[in-house]
């Protein structure tokens, strides 16, 4: 069996879709699968990768998005016919998968329907993919990976896709997300320009649904009772202007890193006393996990995947109550025997989520197309 992975944007800073591909390709490369052969068709470069572990068939200018979802289409039929793939698995969710022969299996990796479930906060093209594309392209697939129970649900009921046609498949954690070491931590601050304070850490991309607003809300209603700074760590996207001007007004109470490199996240996660992650709406909330695997007690939402990810060991709260977040935050912040309860509890949540077990789920589904 010839399986061809889709990889997208791996040659740029990383977002959640991104590091599931990464993770994803690196536990497929640990499995002794004798009955298995991947290759890697590349739009873009690999630079993500800390090692290339299958062969390589780059798909040549068709790096953008556009261009993969028009040329790269041919593109991919060409490979698909050359390397005699039986598999193309797309985990970016873009399936640019029209044109393969009617003898290669069709697999797309959805972890989201956001810009249909919170419509008006995603960009022009993502709304017209996951409005026109999606429902079109899918239709067309013979299997969809999904990352939870709560995204499963919103693929049905906005996509149309039929139930027995999606496969729920958790993330995972990797190995490298440990609690860090009080000298990794302060080389990490060090890096960052943290002060040498307590801190409260939230990590995520400045966009509406990562609820940042309401964060800083909760934050500064209690900042003058607690000890901590509050540190926003994330890429700058369309929000980043208007939380750079709330931060400006409180500069001794709010920090500002910007996007973190992947190394540095698990002494990021275990410097902090608290990880608050009240977000909206996630497909599944890798951040929660990487925080809780890290030793860190969390706070996070009701909503959507975030519970079937936290379980009983962190904090959920409603994120729309900037009262209630912030009522948490003091609760926990000032209980030191519940913060420690708490951050035990998550180490053995975690555990419950591996990419060797994500791996050898996703194999499974290959070997029941080609069976």
């Known amino acids: 069996m010839r399986v061809g992975i889709l990889t997208y944007g791996l040659d740029r800073q990383l977002g959640g879709i991104g590091r599931y591909t990464k993770e994803l390709i690196g536990a497929f490369a640990s499995l002794t699968a004798e009955d298995v052969e991947f290759v890697l068709l590349a739009s873009g470069g690999l630079d993500a990768l800390d090692e290339i572990p299958f062969d390589v068939y780059p798909l040549e200018g068709s790096r953008l998005l556009p261009v993969l979802m028009t040329r790269g289409q041919w593109q991919l039929r060409q490979l698909a016919h050359k390397l005699k793939l039986d598999i193309i698995h797309d985990p970016t969710g873009i399936t640019p998968l029209q044109l393969l022969p ?8 959805i ?17 017209w993919i996951y409005r026109y594309w999606l429902p079109f392209a899918t239709g067309r697939v013979d299997r969809v990976i999904t990352v939870s129970e709560a995204s499963k649900q919103d693929i049905q009921q906005y996509l149309r896709i039929p139930e027995d046609k999606i496969e729920v498949i958790f993330n995972g954690r990797s190995d490298r997300f440990k609690p860090a070491s009080a000298q990794q931590v302060a080389e990490v601050k060090a890096k960052y320009g943290l002060p ?3 801190y409260i850490l939230f990590l995520g991309s400045v966009e509406k649904r990562k609820n940042l607003k309401r964060v800083i809300e909760a934050y500064l209603q209690i900042a003058d009772r607690v000890g901590n700074q509050l540190v926003i760590a994330g890429p700058k996207l369309r929000l980043y202007d208007e939380i750079v001007a709330i ?3 409180n500069p001794e109470k709010i920090t500002l890193t910007g996007y973190i490199d992947e190394e540095d996240l698990p002494a990021l996660y275990t410097g902090a006393d608290l990880f608050l992650f009240p977000s909206i709406y996630e497909g599944f909330g890798l951040p929660v996990l990487e925080a809780m695997a890290c ?11 975030l519970p079937e990810v936290a379980g009983e060991a962190a904090a959920l709260v409603d994120p729309h109550d900037t009262d209630a977040i912030a009522a948490t935050l003091l609760n ?17 949540q975690s555990k419950k989520f591996t990419w060797v077990d994500n791996a050898n789920k996703t194999l499974a589904i290959y070997r029941e197309l080609m069976a």
């Open 196 to 198: 040498d304070v307590p």
């Open 332 to 348: 926990i912040l000032n209980d030191d025997n519940k913060r420690k309860t708490m951050a035990a509890a998550s180490i053995e």
């Open 111 to 127: 972890h989201d329907v956001f810009p249909l479930s919170i419509p008006g906060n995603s960009t022009t093209l993502d709304t």
């Open 102 to 109: 009617g003898r290669v299996r069709k697999v797309v990796t």
């Open 247 to 249: 931060s400006e007004t």
């Open 295 to 305: 030793g860190t007690a969390a706070i996070t939402s009701t909503t959507s995947s």
